[in-house]
């Protein structure tokens, strides 16, 4: 099993940038293909970017491409999601994933563990 936890949100204005964690705990950590999804009030839950374990592969939701990156670090057990010329739609709770395998999945019910997310706003 593993656990999430979430750091990095904050309140920022328009055009700024935000570096968001997630630090994952446990044994077989190293297999899971991770995800960052949002949730703004409201709306349903969305995934923003997805990586897999190996090879290493990449999902970008397209309202962020070109603005955001998903990296992760393996041998710190952390992904990372570097978000830059953030705007006010990007306002939402942003929750940490991991799902069991390699392979990244878009489908929410895929991901197996959470965090408890991280606030991110953005004033324009």
């Known amino acids: 099993q593993v656990q999430l936890v979430e750091s990095g949100g904050g309140l920022v204005q328009a055009g700024g940038s935000l570096r968001l964690s997630c630090v994952a705990s446990?044994?077989?950590?190293?297999?899971?293909?991770m995800g960052w999804f949002r949730q703004a009030p409201g709306k349903e839950r969305e995934l923003v970017v997805a990586?897999?374990?190996?090879?290493?592969?990449?999902y970008y939701v397209d309202s962020v491409k070109g603005r955001f990156t998903i990296s992760r670090d393996n041998a710190k057990n952390t992904v990372y999601l570097q978000m830059n010329n953030l705007k006010p739609d990007d306002t939402a709770v942003y929750y940490c994933?991991?799902?069991?395998?390699?392979?990244?999945?878009?489908?929410?019910?895929?991901?197996?563990?959470w965090g408890q997310g991280t606030q991110v706003t953005v004033s324009s």
């Open positions: 994933a991991a799902r069991s395998g390699a392979a990244l999945s878009t489908n929410t019910y895929a991901y197996n563990y």
């Open positions: 446990g044994r077989t950590f190293g297999s899971y293909a």
């Open positions: 990586i897999s374990w190996s090879p290493v592969n990449t």
